[in-house]
Nanobody
Framework: VQLQASGGGLVQAGGSLRLSCASS????????RAWHRQAPGKERELVAS???????YYADSVKGRFTISGDNFMNTVSLQMNSLQPEDTAVYYC??????????WGPGTQVTVSS
C-alpha cells in the first residue's frame, strides 16, 4: 500500500490550502487517519486525526483553523487549512494507523506560508 498526498504549496499568511491523501488500494483494520507535520529543526508533530468512527483530534495550535475529514469508502483523508500562518510552514505527512499493525505513511508534501 502506498499513500500519496497532494495539495501542498506556497501561500500567503491568511490564505488557505487543502491537503488530500489517498491510498493505492483498500486498507483493512484502519483505526484512524491523521496528518503530521515537521518544520525545519523541529520534531514531527501530530496535527490532526480522525478515527474510523469520526472522532477527531486537533493540536492546540491549529484548533479552529484546520479541519480533518476522512472518507472510509474512498480511503482518503483531507486537511482543510485556513488562516495559515508562517509557523504552519512544514512538510506535512499523512498517516493511516491500524489495529495491531504497522502504520502507513505518505512521503510528505511541503506547505510554505509567507508573511
Amino acid at each position: 500500500v502506498q499513500l500519496q498526498a497532494s495539495g501542498g504549496g506556497l501561500v500567503q499568511a491568511g490564505g488557505s490550502l487543502r491537503l488530500s491523501c489517498a491510498s493505492s488500494r483498500s486498507i483493512l483494520d484502519i483505526r484512524a487517519r491523521a496528518w503530521h507535520r515537521q518544520a525545519p529543526g523541529k520534531e514531527r508533530e501530530l496535527v490532526a486525526s480522525v478515527t474510523v468512527g469520526g472522532d477527531t483530534y486537533y493540536a492546540d495550535s491549529v484548533k479552529g483553523r484546520f479541519t480533518i475529514s476522512g472518507d472510509n469508502f474512498m480511503n482518503t483523508v483531507s486537511l482543510q487549512m485556513n488562516s495559515l500562518q508562517p509557523e504552519d510552514t512544514a512538510v506535512y505527512y499523512c498517516q493511516v494507523t491500524r489495529w495491531g499493525l504497522p502504520a502507513y505513511w505518505g512521503p510528505g508534501t511541503q506547505v510554505t506560508v509567507s508573511s
